[in-house]
């Protein structure tokens, strides 16, 4: 489930975008989402975010996107707990076909940061930017992360005032509607729920920047 924070920016942006969008402040609510009074009459607006494949047992993608996303965050926790004052952009490549094991992420996490922690680059030199280095397969089997991990990089940008641990994430754009119009229906049955808290109600989809989240938009018009 996406954050307040992040379904405030959605809302933002159809505000800016669709003329008819209800106007007005909106109000955290439970069920719908927000609600919007305006002209004398409460609207309801109810957010669904877009997941390929997404059903009531979840959606494998998005484990997978979180998992690997928690791993490269618990490091750079640990790592700048070491190291403050250091802030480095780490980008971990995985390997897709090696499922991630929930119960032992933390010290996966402790491994990547032990490595990072020798591949530290020097200073960029006169007229460079930043500096990198990039760790071998030596590097990742000597550290016990080869099986999960097929790249790792490791830049220094001395100016950088934070860093950033992340995984580069690559997909295909979904293409079957049935699983998109699945996930609006879903909630069809809850509109009478939702009326009783408002006079109208507003279905806004949206998904976030990743490859689970990615519909070909062209299936919809075409």
């Given amino acids: 489930m996406a954050s307040k924070a992040v379904e405030r920016a959605v809302l933002a942006m159809c505000g800016d975008r669709i ?14 989402d927000f609600l919007v009074t305006t002209a004398g009459r409460t609207l309801g607006i109810e957010m669904q975010e877009f997941i ?8 494998a993608g998005r484990e997978a996107e979180s998992l690997r996303s928690l791993v490269m965050a618990t490091a750079q926790r640990e790592f700048e707990a070491r190291h403050p004052g250091v802030f480095l952009y780490v980008y971990g490549h995985w390997n897709r076909s090696a499922a991630l094991d929930r119960r032992t992420l933390p010290d996966l996490a402790r491994r ?33 992360v080869a099986d999960s991990l097929l790249r790792l ?13 992340s995984s580069p994430e690559g997909g295909r754009d979904g293409q079957d509607l049935a699983d998109l119009m699945a996930q609006v229906q879903a909630k069809d049955a809850k509109v ?21 989240g990615r519909f070909d938009l062209d299936m919809l018009v075409g």
């Fill in 19 to 32: 003329p008819s969008f209800p106007e007005g402040p909106a109000a955290d609510h439970e069920s719908p």
């Fill in 52 to 59: 390929q494949g997404a059903g009531r047992g979840g959606a």
């Fill in 112 to 144: 990547v940061a032990s490595l990072v922690e020798g591949l530290v680059p020097a200073p960029p030199g006169t007229g460079q930017g930043i500096s990198r280095r990039d760790a071998s397969y030596d590097d990742l089997e000597g550290a016990g």
């Fill in 153 to 165: 990089d490791v830049h220094l940008f001395p100016p950088a005032t934070f860093g950033l641990w």
């Fill in 192 to 212: 009478p729920a939702y009326r009783k808290s408002c006079s109208e109600v507003w279905l806004v989809m949206y998904a976030l920047a990743l490859p689970s």
